[in-house]
């Protein structure tokens, strides 16, 4: 992928296969929990990284919190 910065052409890798922000169904999925329990597990963890209330939660700040290895979050996350 090309973007142009300027007179320089910039270039990015592609995102893998995989997407890079956690929802509350993934966390139902991974941990095998409710919804409501899913959701107050995102609540801690923003609070946890000085989030807002709604802003999103990364795949790397969900492995570093929960403490999971990428390779058994990622097949949720398809």
Do not use: W
């Amino acid at each position: 992928m090309k973007a142009r910065l300027g007179s320089k052409i910039q270039y990015s890798k592609p995102a893998g296969p995989h997407r890079l922000v956690i929802y509350t169904h993934d966390v139902c999925s991974i941990l095998g929990n409710d919804r409501r329990p899913a959701a107050q597990y995102l609540t801690r963890l923003r609070k946890e990284y000085k989030k807002r209330r709604g802003e999103l939660v990364t795949l790397e700040e969900f492995l570093r919190y929960s403490k999971l290895a990428k390779e058994d979050v990622i097949p949720h996350l398809k």
